[in-house]
């Protein structure tokens, strides 16, 4: 009887544990996105007139001024807007430094053309005969790049929560590319390896990069 309940009480942990978690993470991302709404006077917000918070209608503001502020910098008035704002930026010191520091890892990370994030490796870590799943972010630049000249910049999440990790610079030859993407990558990781990637018929091969 026992063996019967433990099995029943699992199966229904499978169900209901991704179902809570998912809600919970939309829970946290609409919330997030739904304190745009503060921005708008009292008499604006749709508590005032209904009574009782409207969940998700921040998140549509949110999204209009997203995709609003793309299309005005996409001319060239909104492009001279930008220019003009980072410009204010640049002159405040400590707000420079961040704000330059944040808008270059955007710019690396969403950019159609960047490398970053676009191909998962397969790399020796933490110790030899260690192998754990990363992800290719660059080359090394600057001063860095003068001595490391064939080596590449990776990054090295944690499981469960691949936010966090690891930045290293490896010696290209030592790191593998992998016929899998991304998503199946992030997955495999966040699972702790239960989730297995489909296989492929290609194999891992040594990373090739554009050197510019």
């Given at each position: 009887?026992?063996?019967?309940?433990?099995?029943?009480?699992?199966?229904?942990?499978?169900?209901?544990?991704?179902?809570?978690?998912?809600?919970?993470?939309?829970?946290?991302?609409?919330?997030?996105?739904?304190?745009?709404?503060?921005?708008?006077?009292?008499?604006?917000?749709?508590?005032?007139?209904?009574?009782?918070?409207?969940?998700?209608?921040?998140?549509?503001?949110?999204?209009?001024?997203?995709?609003?502020?793309?299309?005005?910098?996409?001319?060239?008035?909104?492009?001279?807007?930008?220019?003009?704002?980072?410009?204010?930026?640049?002159?405040?010191?400590?707000?420079?430094?961040?704000?330059?520091?944040?808008?270059?890892?955007?710019?690396?990370?969403?950019?159609?053309?960047?490398?970053?994030?676009?191909?998962?490796?397969?790399?020796?870590?933490?110790?030899?005969?260690?192998?754990?799943?990363?992800?290719?972010?660059?080359?090394?630049?600057?001063?860095?790049?003068?001595?490391?000249?064939?080596?590449?910049?990776?990054?090295?999440?944690?499981?469960?929560?691949?936010?966090?990790?690891?930045?290293?610079?490896?010696?290209?030859?030592?790191?593998?590319?992998?016929?899998?993407?991304?998503?199946?990558?992030?997955?495999?990781?966040?699972?702790?390896?239960?989730?297995?990637p489909p296989a492929r018929n290609g194999t891992g091969h040594a990373l090739e990069t554009n050197d510019n």
């Amino acid at each position: 009887m026992m063996p019967a309940l433990k099995k029943y009480f699992i199966t229904g942990l499978l169900i209901w544990v991704p179902l809570v978690i998912t809600v919970w993470v939309l829970k946290l991302v609409v919330g997030t996105m739904d304190q745009s709404l503060l921005v708008l006077p009292v008499g604006l917000r749709p508590e005032t007139h209904l009574g009782f918070p409207l969940p998700g209608l921040g998140s549509i503001l949110t999204l209009l001024v997203i995709l609003l502020t793309g299309l005005v910098t996409a001319n060239i008035i909104g492009q001279r807007l930008v220019r003009f704002w980072e410009s204010l930026l640049g002159r405040i010191p400590v707000v420079k430094s961040i704000y330059y520091s944040v808008k270059q890892v955007s710019d690396t990370l969403f950019s159609s053309s960047g490398e970053a994030f676009r191909k998962a490796l397969l790399v020796e870590y933490p110790r030899k005969g260690s192998w754990t799943i990363a992800f290719l972010t660059g080359q090394p630049g600057g001063a860095v790049a003068e001595h490391l000249t064939e080596h590449v910049s990776v990054y090295v999440p944690t499981t469960p929560n691949p936010t966090s990790g690891f930045f290293l610079m490896m010696p290209r030859s030592e790191v593998i590319e992998l016929d899998m993407s991304v998503d199946d990558a992030l997955k495999y990781i966040i699972s702790m390896g239960v989730v297995a990637p489909p296989a492929r018929n290609g194999t891992g091969h040594a990373l090739e990069t554009n050197d510019n």
